[in-house]
Structure formats: C-alpha cells, structure tokens
Nanobody, 125 residues
Framework: VQLQASGGGLVQAGGSLRLSCAAS????????VGWFRQAPGKEREFVAA????????YYVDSVRGRFTISRDNAKNTVDLQMNSLKPEDTAVYYC???????????????????WGQGTQVTVSS
C-alpha cells in the first residue's frame, strides 16, 4: 500500500489549499485516515482524522472551523480542505492510514500502518 499526498504549496495568510491523499493497493473506504504535520524543529502533530467504519471526524483545536477532512470513495482519496490559513500552519503535511477496525488516527503512537511522503505547505504573512 502506498499513500501519495499532494496539493501543498505557497499561499498568503487567509488563503486556502486543498490537500489530497491517494491510496494505491487498497481502498480508503475501509481504513481510518489522518493528517499530521511537522514544522521545522517540532514534533509531528495531529491535524485531522476521519474514522472507519463510522465516518466521524476529529480536529486539533487550532484548525477546527478552518480545516475539513473528507473522503471521496470514487477517487479513493481523503482530502483536507484548509481555509483561512495562518503562518503557523506552515509545515510538511503527512497523511496516514490504518485498516484496523475502529482505529482513529489522532496520535502518532501507536504508529499507523501506512504513511505518505508529505507535502509542503507554506503560509506567508
């Protein structure tokens, strides 16, 4: 299974980006998926997650109301819509997935079964 994150880039504060995590080798519809980010000199942190089998969503407080995680089963992707971006959102964003029934990816430990390679998001002030 390979995860491919895309959609990062450079945006001004207040702008929007949409990240997409695509899976090859398995369906995302039967996996918990999470987005994490890591800024320079900081630990990787949880951003947003969508659970399986029940499609509950979870967000870190700093992004709640600005970011939205969603599944697109037809495209086999999980997207992260990021609005009202702030300079402190600057980081490399990673997607992760785990097929364990009932798993919710809101922490990096225990580690998810699969990690994507990361996509850079830079928000200028």
């Amino acid at each position: 299974v390979q995860l491919q994150a895309s959609g990062g880039g450079l945006v001004q504060a207040g702008g929007s980006l949409r990240l997409s995590c695509a899976a090859s080798g398995r369906s995302f519809s039967t996996a918990a998926v999470g987005w994490f980010r890591q800024a320079p000199g900081k630990e990787r942190e949880f951003v947003a997650a969508i659970s399986w089998p029940y499609t509950y969503t979870y967000y870190v407080d700093s992004v709640r109301g600005r970011f939205t995680i969603s599944r697109d089963n037809a495209k086999n992707t999980v997207d992260l819509q990021m609005n009202s971006l702030k300079p402190e959102d600057t980081a490399v964003y990673y997607c992760a997935a785990d097929p364990l029934y009932g798993r919710v990816l809101t922490t990096t430990a225990p580690g998810p079964a699969y990690w994507g390679q990361g996509t850079q998001v830079t928000v200028s002030s």
